[in-house]
């Protein structure tokens, strides 16, 4: 078997050496550290080269990225669907009683469901394939979208919305594993804020397809259930795309070579944080649970969440509040989606050409703060639609946040269950936040939501003292890692390649230092002294 030698002409020599020789297999398990370690332990470190790494990430991108985009393009419809049902009539169709709770309980029930399914999901991300998990996933609930057609009052739209929140809750979690299994430090904000951004392009193509479907006229079918049954059947569709595309990891995916898997792997290693273990470990959960910054990132998350769990269910209904009529509503929430989009692909390039995540989520919490000021003082007359509509604008910022709070979490934390188990309790406190979120609006406080709006406008400045306090800890982290290596005679100071594009010399600079060792051990960040923190 050929080896791979850390050397710039060893690249070259290997890979005609891989692609005449039969296929390259790990000859052991390595039980207890990462598959990547299993992929290359018959082999060196090798060096990956500028050109190489753009090759691969190239071919990642145009297997990986799609479908990450589609299918979180389709389940954020599909949440949103409740949205745009209420102004077809869905309130009145079911008999649900505009002065009580009952439709914000159907905008929360989704969200308690992905908060109890957390620990489950955290377990089979570890343990399962990801690829086969995810398609599973995505069929089981695109039929349960399909079966809200046929629920008839509050019990019904109760127990299939529930379902329906149980059967979505591994989608983002699961997406950020993707991500962090195929992309480099300073690749993953930009791929975690593609996905998300398709938040903002529901919001513009859901509101033509809500617009376009409710003009069907239908004597068997309302037109909710038309837009439930449309949804959801071609949710089905792409689950089977997903099932069969969608790899398990770089060391099994299917439109590689055993060359391109070990530079897929090897890229990674100055990330620190492995790629898959598939072995549960108890260590790391606790090691989670107890670090500090698990929980600053659980608040962020909860306090963001509360005001996109009432903003996503109320929102058109705030926007019919200024007067408009129930066409013109669906029309006019289409430029909040532009402006999600703006905010969330803009803030991951500004974080990712600042290599910090920080500054970036304090700016992204302005202007929210303005829009909700703007919507707490202005009168709703008709002269002042104008001025309320670029308030509720204004407040649409607020989805560009959390995937930098969600990258920001992944990039700082090492081992694999550790990583899945943090991800599952910040998508216990997005799920809470989500959760309260529209029980702090209620149909019967139009027009004004006074009572929503402040809980928002705190919880904004909320997060910018939360930012605060994290970086703080962080710079804490770094300089005792520093110390550590330090005292076992490493370099204090180390070149970290996994935030951009590196030079040549840097790369063998980082080869020859050692640094890395311990990247596939699958170790926590806390117990891996070259772990090099960001903020």
Known sequence: MAKLESTPHAIETSKADVETSESIK????????????ELLSSNERILVTPADNKRILRKIDLVILPILLSVYFLQSLDKTTLSYASVFGLIEDAGLDPKSQQFSWLGSIVYIAQLVMQPIVAVLLVKLRMGKFMGIMV?????????????????????????LGAFESAVAPAFIAVVQ?????????????????????????????????????????????????FCGLLTVVVSVFVYIFMPDSPMEAGFLNDHEKMIAVERLRMNQMGVASRIWKWDHVFEAFMDPKTWLWFFMLT????????IT????????????????????NMPFGAVQIIATVGGAWLATWLKKKSPVLILLCIPPII?????????????????????????????????????????????????KVTTSILFVGASAGNIIGPHLFK???????????????ALFVAIIVLVLLSVSWIKLLNRKHAATRESMGKSAIVIDTSMGDSRQTDAEEVVASGVGDKAFDDVTDIKNEDFLYIY
């Open 26 to 37: 790990p000859t052991h398990t390595v039980r207890g550290k990462d598959k990547a370690a």
């Open 139 to 163: 069929f089981i609930w695109g039929c349960i979208l399909c079966g809200m057609a046929g629920a008839k009052n509050f019990t019904g739209l109760m127990v299939t919305r529930f379902l």
């Open 181 to 229: 299994m195929w992309y480099k430090r300073g690749e993953q904000t930009n791929r975690n804020a593609a996905w998300y951004a398709m938040l903002g392009i529901v919001n513009i193509l859901g509101s033509l397809l809500s617009y376009g479907l409710g003009h069907i006229k239908s004597d068997l079918l309302h037109s909710y259930q038309i837009i439930f049954l």
């Open 303 to 310: 306090a963001v969440s509360i005001p996109s769990g009432g």
């Open 313 to 332: 269910t109320f929102g058109p209904l705030i926007i019919q509040s200024f007067g408009f009529g129930k066409f013109a509503t669906i029309l006019f």
């Open 371 to 419: 829009g909700i000021i703007i919507l707490m003082v202005v009168g709703r007359g008709k002269e002042n639609r104008g001025v309320l509509l670029f308030g509720y604008y204004m407040t649409s910022f607020y989805p560009g946040i959390s995937p930098l709070i969600y990258s920001w979490s992944g990039q700082n934390t090492g081992g694999d269950t550790k990583r």
């Open 443 to 457: 149909p019967s406080e139009r027009p004004h939501y006074y009572r929503g709006l402040r809980a928002n406008l």
